[in-house]
T-cell receptor, first 114, second 111 residues
């Protein structure tokens, strides 16, 4: 069974640009959560989607948006990139909404904004 | 305000000793608490989950305790090995919210 797949693994963008990050959860997992992790910090919650609906949103500006598709894969979009958006973006999948079986994380997308 | 604090950013111990990591929280009522391991440049890996009505959980050389009165979880690695060197994250889940992570403690085990 494939784990959580994220693409791309790395990318470099210029301030003001837009970026789309993609995530494929483990087969059978219906919940996808997105986290931002800056160097030296723990992952910060951005969004959770369960059964294609947004179930939670962290303290991030409206420049951040996401969606979940019928096959449970997900996209995270960030508009008008700022230097401070440079981070490792992590996708986590779980069977249910409540994470009571633990989350399975992908290896992340390393975004650098210059 | 709500906080999750892991007591130290770095912990250095010798091989064979027991490593003890602490996670304290404020203004949360978690249904359960989880511990993850993260290696540099990789996503966190789930290790253990302990529920609010459980005092202790064990898995091989790992042990987690959960004290809802003290609002604290302790994570122990017995007979530590250099391969245990990594960052360990605690995370808590409260109904109606997401899984919220602490900053992590970086453990270094020297041989």
């Amino acid at each position: 069974d494939a784990g959580v797949t994220q693409s791309p693994t790395h990318l470099i963008k210029t301030r003001g640009q837009h970026v789309t990050l993609r995530c494929s959860p483990i087969s059978g997992h219906k919940s996808v959560s997105w986290y931002q992790q800056v160097l030296g910090q723990g992952p910060q919650f951005i969004f959770q989607y369960y059964e294609k609906e947004e179930r939670g949103r962290g303290n991030f500006p409206d420049r951040f948006s996401a969606r979940q598709f019928p096959n449970y894969s997900s996209e995270l979009n960030v508009n008008a990139l700022l230097l401070g958006d440079s981070a490792l973006y992590l996708c986590a999948s779980s069977l249910a909404r409540g994470a009571n079986y633990g989350y399975t994380f992908g290896s992340g997308t390393r975004l650098t904004v210059v | 305000s709500q906080k999750i604090e892991q007591n130290s950013e770095a912990l250095n111990i010798q091989e064979g000793k027991t490593a003890t990591l602490t996670c304290n929280y404020t203004n949360y009522s978690p249904a359960y608490l989880q511990w993850y391991r993260q290696d540099p440049g990789r996503g966190p890996v789930f290790l253990l989950l302990i529920r609010e009505n459980e005092k202790e959980k064990r898995k091989e050389r790992l042990k987690v305790t959960f004290d809802t009165t003290l609002k604290q979880s302790l994570f122990h690695i017995t007979a530590s090995q250099p391969a245990d060197s990594a960052t360990y994250l605690c995370a808590l889940y409260q109904a109606g919210t997401a899984l919220i992570f602490g900053k992590g403690t970086t453990l270094s085990v020297s041989s």
